[in-house]
């Protein structure tokens, strides 16, 4: 007789079984998946600087409780430019008008030269004048904060990195305007046969790299800002802890708004000009007799490029020497300029040359269109003496060859339709490719030179640094600033501790001349070597000078207690030593000498810190110290202005809407911000390994149903 099995769904079972519970749990897994996974995407959406906030050019945006965008401020800029041969003095007007009926509280992030001395600010309201005071930092934003809350005007400015600042302006009555005035100092550039001074005015987006902090390891600082309503669209990671001071919005053209900026230039070379003129911008220039002033031929123009302005001496009259000082109290500071005698190129050593290109996003338009034809053109300019190897980086390096290759025919033409097929897109991983190069060929009987062109969009320029000086050993690392607002800190910094130099090439008709010049820096004589016969009291900086590329002169500023009658230079080139004398006779007498030296000692207590000499403490008591002694803006100093009278009464009943400046989108570039950390990678693989859990779950029920 043959048993047959009773099916289970026939069997009655008087205390059945919780059956359900396996799918409840599946269920579970399921719901906390897929949950996972939405809201990986929406905080995709969030943090990816592509959803980040575009908005009308020329507008501060501000956002009411409910959440509607309503654009009631405009800025307006004015430069007033004083040149004295090497010395630029900038008086920078900001002006924001609230063209709305409420009270507004405001925030706009902005460029200055890398530089900078910022060393005085003021606010005007109506016909009064209040001086800004310079505070420590935490201080100076205590004192700003309690003015808003009683009602009182006010306005701060902070230094985010050494060319990017956050002015801050709180009371903004309804249909007036507020105009804050800042004072920074600066030096122009003298190149071969002529002198050039770069204002920026908007900026590129920065990448920001790192895993996203937990608020508890977020600065209170930055939490205080994005509770404010104030950060940017980028999250603070383990790399760049600041990252939302950092990443202000970015502002279109295509609404018909406009960011305006007008300046007017006093140019006093001290020499017979032979040719002032501006790359991007069209010049009305005037000759007077104590020498040129120069405007905007159109009165205004867009916040979109940087201003470069640009003046040469008759062949004649081009300087060999300069030398400034300023007294304060018992002490002198002076800056000297001299520039190395020219000797014949020396015979072409071999070399190595490794070629850094940046193919991220930052790049997309007419930077990347600029970056390829200048590595075309770099590579054309090859020889067979040399060896080279290109390596293109977004999120990850890509190297053309495994090893550099000898500059022939058939390689140099590869390399040529290698590059011309690269495109714009991803993150900006520099690290990586920095290291990629550093690692290639080190033969010491030739020269090893890299050449990294970027636009510098990055947030981690402080560990970049740290890197280079710790991975370029005999390699030296000249930089090519590429696009309309180029990270100029990041390429003059980096070409510093590469100690090599820099260029910038900012519209595709430059390609040409820059890169010929550069590769007369490669090529050319090195002055190394050099002294300077300063008094043994005297403060130096920098302390040691660095080699120096053809047409480059030697700088020095140094605080002292007496002038000596010469000052000497000497140093040597690869065919001979040379020496140079500067008489006393010569000096001229300025002001803002001591500001531009105390600015050189920050830099310098700031690098002494990078390279792990100081401790983080000691570095910000030092730069307090020369801060607050000299009224220097710094990242631990800050300019504070506060109206004595209480403009608002109801200022605990209603709060102000607070607004948020964006910058303008640089000229030729494309809206693409940067790719940047956010929790959503996580979070997917969070989801998606709930539901493979619960897939798991109901795979082990079904075979344990049908066994």
Not at 257 to 272: D, F, I, M, Y
Request: with cysteine; hydrophobic share 40%; aromatic share 8%.
């Amino acid at each position: 007789m043959i048993k047959k099995r009773i099916p289970r769904d026939l069997i009655f079972d008087p205390y059945p079984k919780r059956k359900p519970a396996v799918f409840r749990r599946f269920l579970v897994l399921l719901i906390v998946g897929l949950s996972t996974a939405i809201a990986a995407l929406y905080v995709k959406a969030e943090g990816d600087p592509e959803n980040a906030p575009v908005v009308d050019a020329g507008a501060l945006t501000a956002y009411a409780n409910n959440g509607l965008r309503a654009d009631v401020l405009h800025l307006n800029t004015h430069a007033d430019i004083k040149i004295n041969g090497l010395l630029v003095d900038v008086i920078y007007h900001q002006r924001f008008k609230n063209r709305s009926d409420e009270w507004v509280n405001g925030v706009y992030t902005f460029p200055l030269p890398e530089n900078a001395a910022v060393n005085d600010m003021t606010i005007r309201i109506g016909e009064r004048i209040i001086k800004g005071e310079i505070k420590e930092r935490a201080d100076a934003r205590k004192i700003f904060e309690k003015a808003v809350k009683e009602g009182r005007r006010a306005a701060l400015t902070e230094q985010q990195r050494p060319n990017l600042f956050t002015q801050r302006i709180g009371n903004i009555p309804p249909g007036e305007e507020i105009e804050v005035t800042l004072r920074f100092l600066d030096i122009a550039r003298f190149q071969r046969d002529h002198f050039s001074w770069r204002l920026p005015t908007t900026l590129t987006p920065r990448f920001v790299p790192g895993t996203p902090l937990q608020l508890a390891d977020t600065p209170v600082e930055v939490v205080n800002s994005q509770l404010s309503g104030f950060a940017g669209w980028a999250l603070a990671t383990d790399e760049v802890d600041d990252a939302p001071l950092i990443t202000p919005p970015i502002a279109t053209a295509s609404s018909g708004h406009s960011n305006p900026l007008s300046l007017t230039v006093s140019l006093q070379a001290g020499l017979e000009l032979a040719r002032i003129d501006a790359l991007y911008h069209q010049l009305d220039i005037r000759k007077e007799a104590q020498g040129h002033h120069i405007y905007l031929k159109e009165g205004q123009s867009e916040m979109d490029r940087d201003f470069v302005l640009q003046w040469s001496p008759v062949a004649s009259a081009s300087p060999t020497a300069a030398l400034f000082q300023q007294q304060l109290g018992n002490e002198k500071y002076a800056m000297l300029m001299v520039m190395p005698p020219q000797h014949p190129q020396p015979q072409a050593l071999p070399r190595d040359i490794i070629f850094i290109i940046d193919t991220s996003g930052s790049m997309q338009g007419q930077s990347i269109v600029q970056a390829k034809a200048s590595l075309q053109l770099a590579v054309s300019k090859l020889t067979l003496n040399d060896r080279f190897n290109v390596i293109a980086f977004n999120d990850r390096p890509l190297s053309m060859f495994a090893s550099p290759q000898i500059a022939d025919e058939a390689t140099t033409r590869m390399a040529k339709g290698w590059i011309a097929a690269l495109q714009a897109e991803g993150g900006t991983q520099m690290a990586p490719a920095l290291s990629a190069a550093f690692m290639q060929s080190d033969e010491p009987e030739r020269l090893q030179q890299v050449v990294f062109i970027t636009d510098g969009a990055v947030g981690n320029e402080s560990a970049l640094f740290s890197q280079i000086k710790a991975q370029a050993k005999q390699k030296r690392l000249f930089t090519v600033g590429i696009g309309s607002a180029p990270n100029s800190y990041f390429m003059t910094k980096a070409a510093e501790y590469g100690r090599g130099t820099f260029e910038y090439i900012g519209d595709v008709s430059e390609v040409n001349q820059r890169m010929n010049r550069l590769f007369d820096r490669l090529n050319g004589s090195v002055a190394k070597n050099i002294s300077i016969g300063w008094p043994q009291d005297a403060e130096l900086f920098p302390a040691n000078v660095p080699d120096l590329y053809r047409d480059e002169p030697v700088l020095s500023f140094a605080r002292l207690s007496d002038m000596p009658y010469t000052v000497s230079v000497s140093g040597e080139t690869a065919s001979k030593k040379w020496r140079r004398s500067v008489s006393s006779e010569q000096v001229t007498n300025t002001n803002g000498i001591g500001a531009r030296w105390g600015r050189k000692k920050i830099a310098h207590i700031e690098d002494l810190g990078r390279n792990g000499e100081l401790s983080e403490d000691t570095v910000k008591s030092q730069i307090i110290d020369v801060a607050l002694t000299h009224r220097l803006l710094s990242r631990f100093t800050a300019f504070v202005a506060v109206d004595t009278q209480i403009a608002r009464n109801d200022s605990a009943l209603r709060p102000p809407l607070r607004a948020v400046v964006p910058n303008m989108l640089a000229q030729g570039q494309q809206l693409a911000y940067p790719r940047t950390a956010t929790r959503a990678q996580l979070m997917l693989w969070i989801g998606a390994l709930c539901l493979l859990a619960g897939l798991g779950i109901l795979l082990v029920q079904w075979r344990h149903r049908h066994d």
